[in-house]
């Protein structure tokens, strides 16, 4: 079966501190990969996502992350967090034969203290 | 970016009523639109695909004479929980595909539903 794992639930880091946030997906096919985040009252956006080509993606914010495809793994991160990244992230996949159903990790609630 | 809007953002109802969520893609055209449920501390969990001019296509476990979805235009795909009870209250979010710009998914801003 499909599915996506995040293994932190929650996050508590210190401003400046470096930032590594666990993806792992199961599934039989290629996928598309994406982290999305969720500040506090607002939707759901698209912080990157990787399709093919360099495995290293760089997003918006500064967050980064690494499509490594022998461990299943797409681990987002940020050298130097900010207290305005306080959020929820989540990491989702979606098949590439086109069917756009995304899914979703647990999610993991990152709190940065300023 | 890409908008879309859903609406109402909270609602509460009496058990045994339905309600209407609405979801708007408003600068764009989504022939494809998904909607999701959010229980705390869980994922989003993927309910139907919507698509316009035809049925929806539920997820397994999904009951559609429950959740009804309705996507009579390019823009607008409603959700309609039918004969509510205490345990569909639930964060319900949508989201569109906008074809014209590679195939990104943009999502609203999600609707608390309360049935009591």
């Known amino acids: 079966a499909q599915s996506v794992s995040q293994h932190n639930h929650h996050v508590i880091l210190s401003e400046a501190a470096s930032l590594e946030l666990g993806c792992n997906y199961s599934?039989?096919?290629?996928?598309?990969l994406f982290w999305y985040v969720q500040y506090p009252g607002q939707h759901l956006q698209l912080l990157l996502k990787y399709f093919s080509g360099d495995p290293l993606v760089k997003g918006i914010k500064g967050f980064e992350a690494e499509f490594i495809k022998s461990k299943f793994s797409f681990n987002l991160r940020k050298p130097s967090v900010q207290w305005s990244d306080t959020a929820e992230y989540f990491c989702a996949v979606t098949p590439t034969s086109g069917t756009y159903k995304y899914i979703f990790g647990t999610g993991t609630r990152l709190k940065v203290l300023a | 970016g890409a908008v879309v809007s859903q609406h109402p953002s909270r609602v509460i109802c009496k058990s045994g009523t339905s309600v209407k969520i609405e979801c708007r893609s408003l600068d764009f055209q989504a022939t494809t639109m998904f909607w999701y449920r959010q229980f705390p501390k869980q994922s989003l969990m993927l309910m139907a695909t919507s698509n316009e001019g035809s049925k929806a296509t539920y997820e397994q476990g999904v009951e559609k004479d429950k959740f009804l979805i309705n996507h009579a235009s390019l823009t607008l795909s409603t959700l309609t929980v039918t004969s509510a009870h205490p345990e569909d209250s639930s964060f319900y979010i949508c989201s569109a595909l906008d074809s014209t710009s590679g195939n990104t998914i943009y999502f609203g801003e999600g609707s608390w539903l309360t049935v009591v």
């Open positions: 599934y039989g096919g290629t996928v598309n």
